[in-house]
Every structure is written in structure tokens, then in C-alpha cells.
């Protein structure tokens, strides 16, 4: 069976890809992913690229500059050094001709609005036939979702504390599977008497400024602290993963709709409340929390709110908002959302 076929495998470079993609910031060396995969760094580095079709090189490299675009987006008073240190770059200069080499221009010389405004609608032009008018409302090939009326009455902030998340991952979600996957883990979850927990959908990547064949799309569900891979090692189980997300401030907003309304929702959120609201976008996805299961009224209606992640505008660019993990320095391989480096 291949690699892909394993859960274990899965859940193993699972957590290796949450390391890289939550700690862009830290030197992300091999032998130290690798520590966080439980593998040795001869056997992971094929593992990796077996399982992800690329390097971890290349994947590190990639996910510093999605990161760097998402901080030029929405940080404009961010100097290059900033953006360049939050993402792991050692200097401008480094950042500079690293950004060059992939998009064949300058950080300085990118129109960040103009790329993102052509990344959306390559993505509604590769939706299934029939299924673009889901997402704009209409099926005119110019439209695009925008903006509710009063946005500042529909937008709510507030604080939530961390949560754990067990999750099941789909990559290129949209070529479909995540329907799929949400059954998998309500499967997994009611077999368990986790079901009736916070169901939650997020994926880290923006399609707006990664390619859409290396987006990756988690449905998860917040499960108490004590539920760990141990509950998720049955042979015909889902690759169920875990990671944990820290504290934050919460910008929300309700959706009680159709994908277009769902999209409408963002659009509010990133293109209407946040430019004028004095918060920036905090270091982690943001997510659909359902209100009850996953999809429970079919693929056409969705009941859930869109939860925005925020930190105040002030703030210095951080690449993270994660708090130091409370584990002994001597006790192994760090969990996925830590900032210890391995040892």
C-alpha cells in the first residue's frame, strides 16, 4: 500500500506540516520536523516528499512566502525586515531574492490586490460546472461575492480561550472530499461520544494566494485534553490528527445560508470590517464552527459562523500568536502548535 494509504504515516506528517505551517518563524531544520514527526531525518525526508510531493525544503520555503503575502495583504505599514524576520527569512536581502526567484518579481514591485483579485477568480473558474452560482449567487462569469450592508452591526469580538482539535485533513479540497471527510470524522467522533463537541472547518492556506492543488482543508472537532492519537488508532479509523490552538480574540460573524452567503460573510470580514476596525488578522485560520454537525443540512445550506482569529492593529508583526508549550524541556519531540524547538 502506498504511504498515503497508512494513518499513522498521515498522522505523523500531518503534525510535521502543522509544525512548519504554525512556526514559520523557527529554522525548521530537518532533524528538527523530523523529531516533531517521530522519524529519524534519513527516513522522514523521503516520507515527506513521498507523501506531500515535495521536499521539506521546498514546503518550508513555499509556506514563507504564502505567509509573507498574507502579511503584505494585511499589514501595509509592515516593512520588508519585518515581514521578512516574522517569516523566517534571515534578512530582507534573503526574503527579497527568495520571493523573486518563485514569483518573478520584487516584494516592492507586487500588486498585492491585483494578484489576489486574479488568484479568486481563477478559483471560481475552476469550480465543478453548474457550481460557481453556489459561491457568487449568480452564474455570471464576471461575479464575484461581495460585501453585506452594515457590516460593523453584523460583526461580533470576543475573547476564547484555547481549544484542542482532532481533525481529518483534506488536501485540494476544492476538487471535493470534504463532505466526505466531515462523515469520516462524525463516524470516528460518535464512536467515541465526542459528537456533540464544537465541529469546526478551517484551512490554513489562502486560495487567493496559494495554488489551489496545495490548500489543505481540516474538519475538525474540539475534544477535551485527555483525547489523543491513542483514540484514534482502530484499523478502519479516519488519519486523525491533533493539534491545539491558543487563546484569542474572535471577530464573528453569523451565516445561516448558501456558500455565496458564506463567502459574502468573508468578504465582509477581510474587505469591509478589518481595514477600518484597528485589528489585524492573529497567526491562525479562520474557521467555520457549525451550529450541530458538519454539513447537517445537506451541501447546499450551511447553519455555522465564520470565526476570524484577530490581534490588535498596534501590535508588533508577529508571525504567531502561540504561547510557549508546558512541557518539560527533556521530554521528546514537541506537539504540533508548540514554540519549543525540538532538542
Not at 37 to 53: L, N, Q
Not at 71 to 96: D, I, K, N, Y
Not at 246 to 251: I, K, R
Amino acid at each position: 500500500m502506498p504511504i498515503l494509504a497508512n494513518p499513522l504515516y498521515a498522522r505523523r506528517v500531518d503534525a510535521a506540516v502543522d509544525h512548519v505551517v504554525q512556526n514559520p518563524d523557527l529554522p525548521l531544520t530537518l532533524e528538527d520536523v523530523a523529531a516533531v514527526a517521530g522519524f529519524s531525518p534519513f527516513h522522514f525526508h523521503r516520507v515527506f516528499a513521498a507523501t506531500t510531493g515535495e521536499t521539506l525544503h521546498a514546503f518550508v520555503t513555499r509556506v514563507r512566502l504564502e505567509r509573507a503575502l498574507h502579511l503584505m495583504a494585511h499589514r501595509r505599514t509592515a516593512s520588508l525586515t519585518e515581514v521578512a524576520l516574522a517569516c523566517g527569512f534571515s534578512s530582507s536581502s534573503h526574503f527579497s531574492r527568495t520571493f523573486r526567484a518563485r514569483y518573478g518579481v520584487s516584494p516592492r514591485g507586487l500588486d498585492i490586490d491585483r494578484f489576489r483579485a486574479e488568484h479568486r477568480l481563477h478559483l471560481l473558474d475552476t469550480l465543478p460546472a453548474g457550481q460557481r452560482d453556489r459561491f457568487t449567487g449568480t452564474d455570471a462569469p464576471d461575479a464575484a461575492p461581495g460585501p453585506a450592508d452594515d457590516a460593523a452591526a453584523t460583526v461580533r469580538l470576543r475573547p476564547l480561550g484555547a481549544r484542542r482539535v482532532a481533525y481529518v485533513r483534506v488536501v485540494a479540497p476544492y476538487s471535493g472530499g470534504v463532505a466526505e471527510a466531515a462523515k469520516d470524522l462524525v463516524r470516528w467522533a460518535g464512536a467515541r461520544g465526542l459528537d456533540g463537541g464544537q465541529w469546526l472547518g478551517y484551512q490554513w492556506d489562502d486560495p487567493e494566494t496559494v495554488p489551489l492543488d496545495r490548500c489543505r482543508y481540516d474538519v475538525g472537532l474540539e475534544v477535551p485534553d485527555d483525547v489523543g492519537p491513542a483514540a484514534a488508532a482502530g484499523p478502519d479509523d479516519p488519519a486523525v490528527g491533533f493539534t491545539v490552538f491558543p487563546p484569542t480574540t474572535l471577530a464573528e460573524v453569523d451565516v445561516s445560508g448558501t456558500a455565496a452567503d458564506e463567502l459574502a460573510a468573508l468578504d465582509l470580514l477581510y474587505r469591509t470590517w478589518l481595514p477600518a476596525s484597528g485589528w489585524a488578522p492573529a497567526h491562525q485560520p479562520c474557521f467555520e464552527a457549525w451550529r450541530g454537525l458538519p454539513f447537517g443540512d445537506g451541501t447546499e445550506h450551511f447553519e455555522l459562523t465564520v470565526q476570524l482569529p484577530v490581534v490588535p492593529l498596534t501590535d508588533a508583526v508577529q508571525p504567531l500568536g502561540w504561547e510557549p508549550a508546558d512541557v518539560d524541556p527533556g521530554s521528546g519531540p514537541l506537539r504540533p502548535g508548540s514554540r519549543r524547538p525540538p532538542r
